[in-house]
T-cell receptor, first 113, second 113 residues
Framework: KAGVTQTPRYLIKTRGQQVTLSCSPISGHRSVSWYQQTPGQGLQFLFEYFSETQRNKGNFPGRFSGRQFSNSRSEMNVSTLELGDSALYLC????????????FGSGTRLTVV | GESVGLHLPTLSVQEGDNSIINCAYSNSASDYFIWYKQESGKGPQFIIDIRSNMDKRQGQRVTVLLNKTVKHLSLQIAATQPGDSAVYFCAETSLDSNYQLIWGAGTKLIIKP
C-alpha cells in the first residue's frame, strides 16, 4: 500500500510570506501528526489531528496551524514566515488513537530566504 | 520538562563490527520506547520498540536494552553494514500523553569500509 505522501518535497519562500504543506496519510489511518526537524532543535512536535479534530498541540506560535479533512488528508500552514522556520517538516500517520505505530513521510524541505 | 537525550552525536564503526547507540531518558512514566532510523532525504523509519515492563527485545540484527534503574536505553546493531549508515533517534511515549512521541537528539552512525 502507498506510504505517507507529503507535497511539495522542496519549497523556497520569502520572509513574510505564508506557506501550506500537504500530507496524505496511509489509507485507513485517521491520525496525522506534524513535526518540525532542524539541526539545532531536532524533532519538535507541532500538532496531531484525529478525525478532523486537533488532539494535541506542541509549543509553537500561532503562526503555525493545521487542519484535517474528512478523507484524513492534512495540511499545515505557516503564516508570516521567518528565517527560523526553515526546516524539514515531517508528517506521520497512524491507525488508531491508542497506538504509537507512526509511519512517516519523507518530509517537505522549507527554506525561507 | 521531560526529555530524551543521546550521549553521542556521531558514532563511527567498522563494517562488520557491532554498533551500540545509547540514549538517556528522564520520564519514568513512559510506557514505550522506540528506535527510529532516518536515512538522508527520508523520514524516520521504525526499527524496534520495547515496553517499559521489559528489559530486552530482539529483532533482526537489532537488540534494544532498557535499564529503568538508570533510565538508559540502547540499540545494538549486529554485524553493521553500509546500509546501516543513518541517524538513529530514540523516542519515548505514554498513554497519558496520547502516545505523543518525545524525541532524543539523534546519533549519526558512520560505517567505515
Amino acid at each position: 500500500k502507498a506510504g505517507v505522501t507529503q507535497t511539495p518535497r522542496y519549497l523556497i519562500k520569502t520572509r513574510g510570506q505564508q506557506v501550506t504543506l500537504s500530507c496524505s496519510p496511509i489509507s485507513g489511518h485517521r491520525s496525522v501528526s506534524w513535526y518540525q526537524q532542524t539541526p539545532g532543535q531536532g524533532l519538535q512536535f507541532l500538532f496531531e489531528y484525529f478525525s478532523e479534530t486537533q488532539r494535541n498541540k506542541g509549543n509553537f506560535p500561532g503562526r503555525f496551524s493545521g487542519r484535517q479533512f474528512s478523507n484524513s488528508r492534512s495540511e499545515m500552514n505557516v503564516s508570516t514566515l521567518e528565517l527560523g522556520d526553515s526546516a524539514l517538516y515531517l508528517c506521520a500517520s497512524k491507525n488508531g488513537r491508542q497506538s504509537y505505530g507512526y509511519t512517516f513521510g519523507s518530509g517537505t524541505r522549507l527554506t525561507v530566504v | 520538562g521531560e526529555s530524551v537525550g543521546l550521549h553521542l552525536p556521531t558514532l563511527s564503526v567498522q563494517e562488520g563490527d557491532n554498533s551500540i547507540i545509547n540514549c538517556a531518558y528522564s520520564n519514568s512514566a513512559s510506557d514505550y520506547f522506540i528506535w527510529y532510523k532516518q536515512e538522508s532525504g527520508k523520514g524516520p523509519q521504525f526499527i524496534i520498540d520495547i515496553r517499559s515492563n521489559m528489559d530486552k527485545r530482539q529483532g533482526q540484527r537489532v537488540t534494544v536494552l532498557l535499564n529503568k534503574t538508570v533510565k538508559h536505553l540502547s540499540l545494538q546493531i549486529a554485524a553493521t553494514q553500509p546500509g546501516d549508515s543513518a541517524v538513529y533517534f530514540c523516542a519515548e511515549t505514554s498513554l497519558d500523553s496520547n502516545y505523543q512521541l518525545i524525541w532524543g537528539a539523534g546519533t549519526k552512525l558512520i560505517i567505515k569500509p
